[in-house]
């Protein structure tokens, strides 16, 4: 059982590139949510989805975007990547809604240069 | 504003020692706190709580909330070198958010 897989581990990306995180889960989970990760930070919330079709901001959406044309798939977006985008990011889903336990996948380190 | 607070940022023990993890909050609409321990990468759950007074345990790791304090601690008795991670707590409400801690780093040497 895989769970929750993301691609790639990891990615150095040049000022104003874009590029585009894959997640995918195979538990048939509604919700699902990206993090990011920053050291001493904790996680904060960038976008998230309760199903197929329908996504919602978190903490942290500027400079990202997400689309949900499955249940399976989530990906993450970034445009015009800048140096504050650094940071290791997390995909997650749950059964429940987002104060239930969730599921994580390996998380992408993504450096911008 | 909504934040969790954990302490302490960073511990170091030796193999056996018995340590206690804080998780303090202050939040709109509780719903629910959340105990994630990770290692290298992603981060696994390990316990949730919702009522107050109520122990959870898995093994030598136990965790209890008191809502009217506001606060949850995580407990780890005879520790181990696997026991070594970063230890999150988050906090979830009744409009779908959660905010996580910055977590505490264990660090158990043998």
């Known amino acids: 059982n895989a769970g929750v897989t993301q691609t790639p581990k990891f990615r150095i990306l040049k000022i104003g590139q874009s590029m585009t995180l894959q997640c995918t889960q195979d538990?048939?989970?509604?919700?699902m949510y990206w993090y990011r990760q920053d050291p001493g930070m904790g996680l904060k919330l960038i976008y998230y989805?309760?199903?197929?079709?329908?996504?919602d901001k978190g903490e942290v959406p500027n400079g990202y975007n997400v689309s949900r044309s499955t249940t399976e798939d989530f990906p993450l977006r970034l445009e015009l990547a800048a140096p504050s985008q650094t940071s290791v990011y997390f995909c997650?889903?749950?059964?429940?809604?987002?104060?239930?336990?969730?599921?994580f996948g390996q998380g992408t380190r993504l450096t911008v240069v | 504003e909504d934040k969790v607070v954990q302490s302490p940022l960073s511990l170091v023990v030796h193999e056996g020692d018995t340590v206690t993890l804080n998780c303090s909050y202050e939040?709109?609409?509780?719903?629910?706190l959340l105990w994630y321990k990770q290692e290298k990468k992603a981060p696994t759950f390990l316990f949730m709580l919702?009522?107050?007074?109520i122990e959870k345990k898995s093994g030598r790791l136990s965790s209890i909330l008191d809502k009217k304090e506001l606060f949850s601690i995580l407990n780890i008795t005879a520790t181990q070198t696997g026991d070594s991670a970063i230890y999150l707590c988050?906090?979830?409400?009744?409009?779908?958010?959660?905010?996580f801690g910055p977590g505490t780093s264990l660090s158990v040497i043998p």
């Open positions: 919702t009522s107050s007074g």
């Open positions: 988050a906090v979830g409400t009744s409009y779908d958010k959660v905010i």
């Open positions: 989805s309760v199903g197929a079709g329908i996504t």
């Open positions: 538990m048939n989970h509604n919700y």
């Open positions: 997650a889903s749950s059964l429940g809604r987002l104060n239930t336990e969730a599921f």
């Open positions: 939040v709109t609409n509780f719903r629910s």
